[in-house]
T-cell receptor, first 114, second 113 residues
């Protein structure tokens, strides 16, 4: 099925560094969501974006909804060891064949070295 | 407020058997979606239920089915299990589906042997 193009696939960084990852799509989405998943667990919602151009923060996390509605970015500042995990972007639309359906990126595996 | 609850957490089944997984959404949420997660395919949408009606379905064979009860709890069933059905099955709860925030349960890890 369709997936969003998420990059990078993996990142190895030192504690304290900033992290950036992004997601692009060939289709427009009206909602962008960012999740973090730990091994064997379900994804945890980090940030939800509902408006093109919107910039939203959640603690050290900042995400932006691209103006074209075809992309989104997530930044993590001053990384700490507990930031380790897999980060997913997801796009959503309303109605028709989009009801309740999130389209996911492939994920970014983040490793933080103390 | 309680989160999304999935049971069981782990299951081991034999090829050809069938399995039923359960999901209790967040109180007040009427939309429940199901996803299959595998290392090769990532997170793939199975189907979505809202007020006991299936509104959307992904590209999975008919062996995968679901239902939703009047209290919004949902079950998914997989019949005639195949080795390739081994995966983490996740359900997501949201207020109205579509563009609203979706919250995931911890998942059910299904292993088919």
């Amino acid at each position: 099925g369709q997936q969003l193009n998420q990059s990078p696939q993996s990142m190895f960084i030192q504690e304290g560094e900033d992290v950036s990852m992004n997601c692009t799509s060939s289709s427009i989405f009206n909602t962008w969501l960012w999740y973090k998943q730990d091994p064997g667990e379900g994804p945890v919602l980090l940030i939800a974006l509902y408006k093109a151009g919107e910039l939203t923060s959640n603690g050290r996390l900042t995400a932006q909804f691209g103006i074209t509605r075809k992309d989104s970015f997530l930044n993590i500042s001053a990384s700490i060891p507990s930031d380790v995990g897999i980060y997913f972007c997801a796009g959503a639309n309303a109605g028709g064949t989009s009801y309740g359906k999130l389209t996911f990126g492939q994920g970014t595996i983040l490793t933080v070295h103390p | 407020k309680a989160g999304v609850t999935q049971t069981p957490r782990y299951l081991i089944k034999t090829r050809g058997q069938q399995v039923t997984l359960s999901c209790s959404p967040i109180s007040g949420h009427r939309s429940v979606s199901w996803y299959q997660q595998t290392p090769g395919q990532g997170l793939q949408f199975l189907f979505e239920y809202f007020s006991e009606t299936q509104r959307n379905k992904g590209n999975f064979p008919g062996r995968f089915s679901g239902r939703q009860f009047s209290n919004s709890r949902s079950e998914m069933n997989v019949s005639t299990l195949e080795l390739g059905d081994s995966a983490l099955y996740l359900c997501a709860s949201s207020f109205r589906g579509g563009e609203s925030e979706a919250f995931f349960g911890q998942g059910t890890r299904l292993t088919v042997v």
